[in-house]
């Protein structure tokens, strides 16, 4: 009986691990809006080229849309630009959202859009994690290009409870140029 149950407890584990990451409850994406910087993040390879000063600028377009800006510094001092779209998935106040940095024209592609969830984020709307349902991605930003250590320790610390890997996490420069 002792190895059938030690058995399931190591088949049950990892589903554990990989069950998707709860967002928050509700997100008031007026608030949402605005500039973010990175804090920290699971290094991907669509950022590779970013060295320092990573910021994100969400803001509704005329037509109603999210549109996204993600800059970044490069090695050469440059910025380097990533503009795309976001929209809600759900009702109004959903915390998850799709990106589409894809031409306009591909939208209708449904690997197009990636999942963009807000899994933590402070009342203040000043610091904010997130990630999508496989947890290969995440990122802290905030309101601004510093924070506190310990403010940065605590959601770490949160979000390890909640199955993320701390070990990954590399924190994001900003110079101030």
């Known amino acids: 009986m002792k190895k059938c149950l030690s058995l399931a407890l190591l088949l049950f584990l990892p589903l554990v691990h990989a069950a998707p990451p709860e967002p928050i409850e509700r997100l008031d ?3 949402y809006l605005g500039t973010w ?3 920290a993040k699971y290094p991907n390879r669509f950022q590779e080229q970013c060295v320092s000063d990573t910021t994100a600028t969400y803001a509704r377009s005329d037509e109603g849309r999210i549109e996204v800006v993600n800059r970044c510094r490069t090695a050469s001092g440059e910025y380097d630009e990533a503009h795309g779209v976001a929209r ?5 106040g959903s915390p998850k959202l799709k990106v589409r940095f894809a031409p306009a024209w591909l939208s209708w592609l449904p690997m197009v859009w990636g999942d963009y969830w807000v899994i933590d984020l402070d009342e203040a ?8 349902p496989s947890k290969e991605y995440l990122w802290i930003l905030a309101r ?4 506190a250590g310990e403010r940065v320790e605590a ?3 949160r979000l390890a409870q909640r199955g993320f890997d701390p070990a990954r996490i590399v924190r994001s420069p900003h110079d101030a140029r």
Not at 125 to 132: D, G, K, P
Request: glycine share 4%; hydrophobic share 45%; aromatic share 4%.
């Open 144 to 147: 601004e290009p510093h924070v």
């Open 29 to 31: 994406l007026q608030r």
């Open 155 to 157: 959601l770490v610390a």
């Open 37 to 39: 910087h990175e804090i």
């Open 88 to 92: 809600l998935v759900g009702e109004s």
């Open 125 to 132: 709307y000043t610091l904010v994690a997130i990630s999508e």
